[in-house]
């Protein structure tokens, strides 16, 4: 008995409506899938979990043992005019006993920045006129090239220059490419 067109097109319909309904499965689990990968890998990269630290306790966060020592707004061997209206040079400092040695990889993009209540952060950068810090004080970026040892204590510095109606409230964060998404936030010291 030969096939005809009539029998096997029901069968041909019937199986390309399976494959229309399993699309509307297998694409969104393809979609979430890849984009699962593309959100964890970018999650390292930003700042989206906070920690609290209060004032004056030590976070061991990185590796390291960190402790918020406090800011401080800078005025002096800046000449007037300078900077933009408006704007305040702050130094944020940290107290940092170093635990893992291996900070190239443990604080590979290390970020400190302030925030304010608003939620606007500002990023560290140079301001021109200002002295450089003493010596021994390295910068997040700098300290991750020192060589430290396992129990070396360092003190940690970034500058800021911020606007001066919010350089009060401002408080700092913490973030390591190790640790992400995870970050510290620290409670200010008065």
């Known amino acids: 008995m030969a096939v005809t067109d009539y029998d096997t097109q029901p069968s041909e319909r019937r199986w390309r409506r399976r494959s229309l309904w399993a699309l509307l499965v297998i694409v969104p689990v393809s979609l979430f899938t890849i984009s699962y990968g593309d959100y964890v890998e970018m999650s390292r990269y930003t700042d989206l979990y906070p ?6 306790e030590v976070k061991h966060y990185g590796g390291s043992d960190w402790q918020f020592y406090g800011t401080r707004k800078m005025q002096e061997g800046i000449r007037p005019g300078s900077l933009p209206a408006g704007s305040v040079p702050v130094i944020a400092r940290f107290l940092v006993e170093i635990g893992d040695t291996n900070l190239q ?15 606007r952060s500002w990023s560290p950068t140079s301001i021109p006129g200002m002295r450089p810090a003493k010596e021994g004080i390295q910068t997040c970026t700098s300290a991750i090239f020192s060589g430290a040892e396992k129990g070396t204590r360092m003190v940690i510095e970034e500058r800021f220059l911020v606007p001066s109606d919010v350089a009060g409230e401002l408080r700092p964060t913490l973030g390591v490419y190790s640790e992400r998404p995870y970050y510290l936030r620290f409670a200010r010291t008065e």
């Open 51 to 56: 920690t609290e630290v209060a004032a004056g």
């Open 105 to 119: 990889e443990r604080w590979l993009m290390c970020a400190i920045r302030l925030t304010d209540k608003a939620g």
